[in-house]
Protein backbone atom coordinates (compact mmCIF):
# COMPACT_ATOMS: atom_id res chain seq x y z
CA UNK A 1 0.00 0.00 0.00
CA UNK A 2 0.88 3.86 0.35
CA UNK A 3 2.95 4.35 3.51
CA UNK A 4 4.32 2.34 6.74
CA UNK A 5 1.39 1.49 9.44
CA UNK A 6 1.77 1.81 13.19
CA UNK A 7 0.05 -0.75 15.32
CA UNK A 8 -0.38 -0.59 18.88
CA UNK A 9 -3.07 -2.28 21.23
CA UNK A 10 -4.52 -0.44 24.12
CA UNK A 11 -5.33 -3.03 26.82
CA UNK A 12 -7.33 -0.77 29.07
CA UNK A 13 -9.42 0.56 26.24
CA UNK A 14 -9.39 -3.00 24.35
CA UNK A 15 -8.83 -1.77 20.98
CA UNK A 16 -6.51 -2.18 18.39
CA UNK A 17 -5.24 1.16 16.93
CA UNK A 18 -3.50 1.48 13.12
CA UNK A 19 -2.15 4.90 12.37
CA UNK A 20 -0.69 5.78 8.82
CA UNK A 21 2.28 8.56 9.50
CA UNK A 22 2.87 9.47 6.15
CA UNK A 23 -1.00 10.22 5.40
CA UNK A 24 -2.49 12.79 7.87
CA UNK A 25 -5.21 12.13 10.06
CA UNK A 26 -5.37 8.61 9.15
CA UNK A 27 -5.85 6.31 11.39
CA UNK A 28 -8.48 3.66 12.35
CA UNK A 29 -9.26 1.42 15.57
CA UNK A 30 -10.64 -2.70 15.77
CA UNK A 31 -11.93 -4.78 18.18
CA UNK A 32 -9.00 -7.17 17.12
CA UNK A 33 -5.66 -6.49 15.50
CA UNK A 34 -6.81 -9.02 12.32
CA UNK A 35 -9.61 -5.96 12.11
CA UNK A 36 -7.88 -3.29 12.86
CA UNK A 37 -5.56 -4.17 9.66
CA UNK A 38 -8.72 -4.60 7.65
CA UNK A 39 -9.57 -1.19 8.53
CA UNK A 40 -5.83 0.33 8.10
CA UNK A 41 -6.46 -1.02 4.30
CA UNK A 42 -10.15 0.63 4.26
CA UNK A 43 -8.69 3.83 5.83
CA UNK A 44 -5.46 4.58 3.86
CA UNK A 45 -8.87 3.49 0.31
CA UNK A 46 -10.33 6.26 2.07
CA UNK A 47 -7.57 8.55 2.50
CA UNK A 48 -6.26 8.50 -0.94
CA UNK A 49 -10.30 8.80 -2.92
CA UNK A 50 -10.99 12.06 -0.39
CA UNK A 51 -7.44 13.55 -1.15
CA UNK A 52 -7.93 12.91 -5.03
CA UNK A 53 -11.50 14.33 -5.25
CA UNK A 54 -9.70 17.41 -3.28
CA UNK A 55 -6.73 17.85 -5.90
CA UNK A 56 -4.65 17.16 -2.96
CA UNK A 57 -0.96 15.33 -3.81
CA UNK A 58 -0.99 11.61 -2.54
CA UNK A 59 2.71 10.58 -1.11
CA UNK A 60 4.54 8.04 -2.73
CA UNK A 61 4.42 4.40 -1.36
CA UNK A 62 7.49 4.02 1.00
CA UNK A 63 6.79 0.22 2.20
CA UNK A 64 3.82 -2.74 2.37
CA UNK A 65 1.39 -3.45 4.80
CA UNK A 66 2.96 -7.07 5.12
CA UNK A 67 6.73 -5.49 6.25
CA UNK A 68 5.26 -2.89 8.93
CA UNK A 69 3.27 -5.14 10.65
Known sequence: MLSKKT?????????????????????????????????GEDAIGTWVEGSKALGLPIPEPNVLLADAL
Open 7 to 39: YRYHPDRRNHLVTVPGLPCCFTLGNTYEEAVRQ
